[in-house]
Nanobody, 115 residues
Framework: QVQLVESGGGLVQPGGSLRLSCAAS????????MAWYRQAPGKQRELVAA???????NYADSVKGRFTISRDNALNLVRLQMNSLKPEDTAVYHC?????????WGQGTQVTVSS
C-alpha cells in the first residue's frame, strides 16, 4: 500500500502563487507516474499535471505556462508550483500515484483563489 499526504493549499489572491506538496510513504518502490488532479464544486475531477519516474511531464492546457510539476524520487515527493493563479483554479487538489497498475489517491488539499 502507498499512502499519499498533500499539503500547501490555502487562500490566495488572483495572480498569486502557491506550492503544493505530496509525500508518498509505505510501499513506495515501483511508483511510476505521479500526478495532480483537481475537482471543483459540481465538476468532474480533471488532470492538472503528471510526471513519470523518468521526469517526463504532461500538463492540462489550462495550466500550461503557469504551473510546474516536479518530483524528488529519493524523497518520494512530488510538488506543484502554481503561479498566476486564477479564480477558476479554485478546487480541491488531489495527488495520485500509479504503481504496477494500481492507483492511490491522497485526501486532497483545498486551493481557493479569491480577492
Amino acid at each position: 500500500q502507498v499512502q499519499l499526504v498533500e499539503s500547501g493549499g490555502g487562500l490566495v489572491q488572483p495572480g498569486g502563487s502557491l506550492r503544493l506538496s505530496c509525500a508518498a510513504s509505505g510501499r513506495t518502490f515501483g511508483i511510476d507516474v505521479m500526478a495532480w488532479y483537481r475537482q471543483a464544486p459540481g465538476k468532474q475531477r480533471e488532470l492538472v499535471a503528471a510526471i513519470s519516474s523518468g521526469g517526463i511531464t504532461n500538463y492540462a492546457d489550462s495550466v500550461k505556462g503557469r504551473f510546474t510539476i516536479s518530483r524528488d524520487n529519493a524523497l518520494n515527493l512530488v510538488r506543484l508550483q502554481m503561479n498566476s493563479l486564477k479564480p477558476e483554479d479554485t478546487a480541491v487538489y488531489h495527488c495520485k500515484a500509479t504503481q504496477w497498475g494500481d492507483a492511490y489517491w491522497g485526501q486532497g488539499t483545498q486551493v481557493t483563489v479569491s480577492s
